[in-house]
């Protein structure tokens, strides 16, 4: 599962678009405690998502 999937899972489930990443991190750790993805998988997504803010506050 990469991030683009770990959005979609999100709004499917929400049905709405995540405002935070805190609710990504959340979903993903919910997912990695159910068996659904693996301790590899949860801890990259938490990469590319702390990745993908800092990207988004150091853009001006």
């Known amino acids: 599962m990469d991030l683009n999937e770990l959005l979609k899972r999100y709004e ?3 049905q709405y678009q995540a405002t935070d990443q805190q609710e990504l991190l959340t979903l993903a ?3 990695y405690i159910s068996n659904e ?7 990259e997504l938490a990469k590319q998502i702390n990745s993908a803010e800092e990207n ?5």
């Open 29 to 31: 750790k919910k997912l």
């Open 56 to 60: 988004a506050i150091s853009t001006p």
């Open 37 to 43: 993805i693996s301790f590899h998988h949860y801890k």
């Open 12 to 14: 499917s489930s929400k």
